[in-house]
């Protein structure tokens, strides 16, 4: 839906009904447009996990340190 | 004919969701298709609808301003069905079509008229998608010139909800069936 949303066609919705019900597809595809939007805008805000994987309460300096510059799903190596 | 075959508006008898439903018919966003869709998913209905329409016809920035920019981000979505949608509200506020292009696509042109704030919350839109990285401090530092910060929070989440729902909609090959758009007019 992101990054091809032309793939996501008659077929691509037959494969789906083949594991999901309807009301799993439509929660299914409102969850996706809804992270789609938000993870976007909530990334354009420069915000950090308040939490360390260690669970450690950190600064948002440090957060930013620890989690990088980009969220890892808009790093390069994850589109590969 | 989408993905997913909406429901029959005598399936859907939940108060709330038929109450949001009206309200969204009386705005012309959205007309009763994306509930009728959604719906199939009763627990994520109602909240969904109530989103959508909060986000939009409600809050502390202009309506029509809103209105442009949520058809802009419908084009950029390419998606048919949001596009083709018009709120009756902003259009009773005086906002045509020809000044929703300008909007949507001349926005900068001073000549245009927009003001810096206008501008500004076009921008916000235009590039959230296209180009997020731009929407940097100093984009915020210039938002903040115009706009308070609630005002920003509520912009930037009418963007990112619309965009989302805009982005479903179009995965499920959908077609506004009310527009109000005169024919030969962009969508």
């Known amino acids: 839906m992101s990054v091809n949303p032309d793939a996501v066609d008659a077929g691509f919705f037959d494969q789906l009904r083949k594991h999901y019900s309807e009301e799993e597809i439509v929660e299914l595809g409102a969850f996706i447009g809804f992270n789609l939007g938000y993870h976007t805008f909530f990334g354009s805000l420069k915000f950090y996990p308040l939490f360390s994987p260690d669970g450690r309460l950190v600064s948002q300096a440090e957060s930013e340190r620890l989690y990088g510059a980009a969220p890892t799903s808009l790093r390069p190596e994850a589109a590969k | ?187």
């Open chain 2, 1 to 187: 004919m989408t993905h997913i075959a909406p429901l029959p508006r005598e399936a859907i008898t939940d108060p709330e969701l038929r109450a949001l439903m009206a309200e969204g018919e009386a705005l012309g966003v959205p007309d009763d298709l994306f509930p009728r869709i959604i719906a199939r998913a009763p627990e994520q209905a109602a909240p969904l609808m109530r989103a959508l329409l909060m986000s939009h016809a409600r809050g502390n920035v202009d309506h029509t301003l809103k209105e442009i920019m949520r058809i802009l981000l419908a084009r950029f979505a390419k998606d048919k069905y949001f596009a083709g949608l018009r709120s009756t509200k902003a259009r009773d506020m005086g906002l045509t079509e020809m000044r929703i292009d300008e909007g949507c696509f001349k926005y900068e042109d001073d000549s245009k008229g927009f003001s810096e704030a206008e501008k500004c919350a076009l921008r916000y839109a235009d590039l959230m998608f296209l180009d997020a990285s731009q929407l940097d401090k100093t984009f915020y530092d210039e938002m903040k010139k115009h706009w308070s910060e609630a005002q920003i929070m509520e912009l930037g989440a009418f963007i990112a909800f619309h965009y989302g729902m805009q982005m479903f909609m179009r995965s499920l090959g959908a077609v506004s069936r009310t527009t109000s758009i005169p024919a030969g007019e962009p969508i």
